[in-house]
């Protein structure tokens, strides 16, 4: 429905899109594990990676400070004015202001949407204790059917926790690289990590291989704009990406593709604050390796993005067809998701799993907002008697440029907590690390916030995947993070009046938190 100018949202909308305009977080500075060489060492070899021990980077216990508030690294300033401009014209667009566009799907529409598909079941939810749905094939084809992708099997998974570890596997992929390398990420950065991987890029260019990196157009505005160029310069397929139906949009996908049989996905950018590399910020993150079928689906996702932008055919990725299965035991399904959609794919198949679950939900997102389905898919589960744990930023921990919205996740860990939900928050530097496992034995992972920028403005990519072996890793992770986070308190949970900027915030871009909703 077509909606007349309303002219207090515009000005509103002017005033807090800058501070809002970025999603990307700033990261925790946790010390890596003792044993991080064999633990990468165990994971690579399970994939066919060889990684020697100079492959990987540890953090100095030397090293300085990062910034203080989290303060992210500054790119080009004007790039700013690039990202608010697109900012503020996707809010206008989706609220329905512009009398010549319709408005979006409300946040209670699309709940009702992904609640209507979920209660199509034959798998009624069950009580804490019972056999765990997300073992019964006929649930997971259901899983299949409200998510939109379908699982392949013979796939072998090991997730990359914080940046030493993914990087010292990227960084290897890259060098030992035979045919092709494909990448998609938010954005480039120009410092260390982002300098090196450009190098090692060259380097494979002059081997004759076929390299292509795709960034978000309005973000390489900010971040990395001359090695954008030198890469292009030198022969490498570089897309700055935009939708044209969507030209306010941002691609926040963070994929690898090497050789056609590895890759890499999660919520790390090509960036020192990613990496842990350079003296800086040390975020807390996780990508996850997998090797097999699903690498194709993975092509295929990047081979959709890719060739409609590409003008010279000899420059398209050519997505093989499936050619079976192979021996491993992970199962994994690739979720694209390209918004807005009334019934988002990833958003369903993490709501549908949490209506499998019988034992555990154990959730871990950067930005949390209460979007009315997962309000209830918590409040549902714990009143089966299931446990649910969820980590996310604190006021102190957020980036700089997620402050403005600290209170409204906080306000949506009051929902939670209140339906009974064990709430833990981050401590230190930020936590930008996006995933949910259930039962042990499901996972979702990948570049999507919990929040309603991922559901509207964001083209992102996650997996489903189903590997007890690889999920309990994922888990003990978890389970380190909750013990180094604090649990939210009384004073938080009976906070009764956040800031005027979170307030504004809350009632005019985060409306389904809004009081009687």
């Known amino acids: 429905m077509k909606k007349p100018f309303n002219f207090r949202t515009i000005s509103l909308t002017l005033l807090l899109l800058p501070p809002l305009a970025t999603a990307q977080t700033i990261y925790p500075a946790a010390n890596p594990p003792q044993d991080i060489n064999a ?9 066919g990676v060889k990684l020697d021990a100079g492959d990987i980077a540890v953090p100095k216990a030397n090293e300085p400070a990062p910034p203080k508030d989290n303060a992210m690294p500054m790119g080009q300033k004007w790039g700013y004015l690039v990202v608010a401009y697109h900012a503020i014209c996707a809010q206008l667009g989706d609220a329905g202001v512009l009398p010549w566009r319709d408005a979006a799907a409300s946040f209670d529409q699309i709940s009702e949407s992904i609640m209507a598909a979920v209660a199509k079941t034959q798998y009624p939810p069950r009580q804490a204790g019972q056999p765990s749905l997300l073992a019964e094939e006929g649930f997971l084809r259901e899983l299949e059917e409200v998510s939109g992708a379908k ?4 796939n072998t998974a090991g997730f990359l926790v914080d940046g030493p570890a993914s990087f010292a596997v990227k960084d290897r992929l890259i060098k030992e690289a035979k045919k092709s390398i494909y990448i998609a990420s938010y954005a480039f950065y120009d410092d260390t990590t982002g300098r090196e991987a450009v190098e090692m890029l060259l380097a494979k260019q002059k081997e004759g291989l076929d390299i292509k990196v795709m960034v978000d157009d309005k973000m390489a505005n900010t971040f990395g704009g001359k090695l954008l160029k030198r890469m292009k310069a030198a022969g490498i397929g570089v897309l700055r990406y935009t939708d044209p139906e969507r030209s306010h949009d941002y691609l926040h996908v963070k994929m690898m593709i090497v050789d056609g049989q590895y890759a890499v996905i999660g919520g790390m950018n090509f960036g020192d604050p990613y990496s842990h590399k350079g003296d800086g910020l040390k975020w807390r993150d996780t990508d996850i390796l997998y090797t097999g079928p699903s690498v194709q689906d993975s092509l295929a996702v990047f081979a959709r993005m890719w060739n409609p932008r590409i003008k010279d055919a000899s420059g398209l990725v050519e997505a093989p067809a499936l050619e079976g299965a192979g021996g491993a035991a992970a199962r994994i399904a690739v979720l694209h998701h390209n918004p807005p959609v009334l019934r988002p794919g990833i958003l369903s198949s993490v709501i549908k799993a949490m209506y499998g679950a019988t034992r555990r939900i154990n959730i871990e997102n950067a930005y949390i907002v209460a979007i009315p389905a997962l309000t209830k898919a918590v409040a549902d589960a714990r009143a089966r008697g299931v446990e649910v744990n969820i980590l996310t930023n604190s006021k102190e921990s957020i980036d700089s440029d997620g402050k403005a919205m600290a209170d409204v996740i906080l306000q949506s860990m009051k929902a939670f907590a209140a339906a009974g939900a064990k709430v833990y928050l981050k401590q230190g530097q930020t936590l930008h690390s996006k995933f949910m496992t259930v039962d042990g034995v499901f996972c979702n992972v990948g570049s999507y916030n919990l929040h309603p920028r ?4 964001d083209t992102e990519l996650n997996i489903n995947l189903l590997d007890q072996a690889s999920v309990a890793q994922i888990d003990a992770a978890f389970a380190k ?5 604090r649990q939210f308190t009384d004073q938080e949970r009976n906070q009764k009046k ?4 979170s307030r504004i915030v809350g009632k005019y871009f985060f409306s389904q938190l809004s009081a009687g909703k």
């Open 39 to 47: 633990q990468l060492a165990r994971t690579a070899a399970g994939l």
């Open 454 to 457: 991922s559901e509207r403005y």
């Open 498 to 501: 956040p800031g005027w900027l």
């Open 481 to 485: 993070d909750i013990a180094e986070a």
């Open 151 to 154: 699982f392949t099997s013979g």
